[in-house]
């Protein structure tokens, strides 16, 4: 278990959101997977209004409301850290990153952008202020990790780098994988960079934690989404999940 209290160091993945059209299905179907309680209000990095999602009554990741479904892109969010989030979004441009959302007020909450990689993945840059992003990490029913999937990997690594002051290593555990870790300059693994020529396009994929695979996937088949087969990896039995309305997301039982 992790409690977060303050603002995370340059980088670290910090807020998970999800734009949905139907935000009671989503909730209904995330609830019944993780047992998130919802509030409703303005959802962290984006300041639209929808649902904050909690766990023991603290907000793990936030539903944004959207009305276009084209506008939902099938994945969750991930939100990096920085304690300026103007200077940050200069250097995202700089990188040969685009800005999709200028640098922008979120009231009290934080200041937020919205930015896309050389490799066009998207992420969000989160600079709290009375909101440092989800509250609890690392246990059941909270974010774990995220790693970047990109046919790309090189300008990936590039960007990244130059961008967020990360270095890099490789990882033995995965034979044969285009895998490289992100860690920032203390050292702290944040996640990775996954090159994979098949993937049909560049996504921060988002991981959470759950203290059985297998019963987390019959939970999410019975309230209408679809997963894999769980499997079992070197970090703990592993399985992607897709939620009813198409988002891809996956859970580890470490």
């Not at 766990?55 to 300026?84: C, E, F, I, K, Y």
């Amino acid at each position: 278990m992790s409690q977060v209290t303050r603002n995370q160091p340059l980088g670290t993945p910090t807020w998970i959101d999800l734009a949905v059209v139907d935000l009671e299905g989503a909730k209904a179907f995330y609830g019944a997977v993780f047992g998130w309680d919802f509030t409703t209000g303005d959802t962290g990095g984006t300041g639209d209004r929808g649902a904050e999602c909690l766990l023991r009554g603290l907000p793990v990741a936030g539903l944004r409301r959207v009305t276009d479904r084209a506008d939902t892109h099938g994945s969750w969010t991930v939100h990096l850290a920085t304690d300026d989030c103007d200077s940050t979004a200069r250097r995202v441009a700089a990188a040969g990153g685009g800005v999709l959302a200028a640098p922008h007020d979120v009231g009290a909450l934080g200041r937020a952008a919205l930015a896309v990689d050389p490799t066009g993945a998207r992420f969000g840059l989160w600079q709290g202020r009375t909101h440092p992003g989800c509250r609890l990490v690392n246990e059941p029913g909270a974010l774990v990790r995220n790693d970047l999937v990109t046919a790309d990997p090189g300008s990936a690594r590039t960007f990244y780098t130059a961008v967020f002051d990360f270095t890099l290593d490789g990882n033995e555990d995965l034979a044969g994988a285009d895998f490289t870790f992100l860690r920032r300059p203390d050292g702290h693994e944040i996640g990775g960079i996954l090159g994979l020529d098949s993937a049909p396009a560049p996504v921060w994929a988002t991981t959470f934690e759950v203290a059985d695979t297998d019963a987390t996937v019959a939970r999410a088949r019975s309230a209408g989404g679809t997963s894999t087969a769980p499997e079992d990896t070197p970090y703990g039995r592993f399985a992607t999940l897709t939620d009813p309305y198409g988002t891809d997301f996956s859970v580890i039982a470490r």
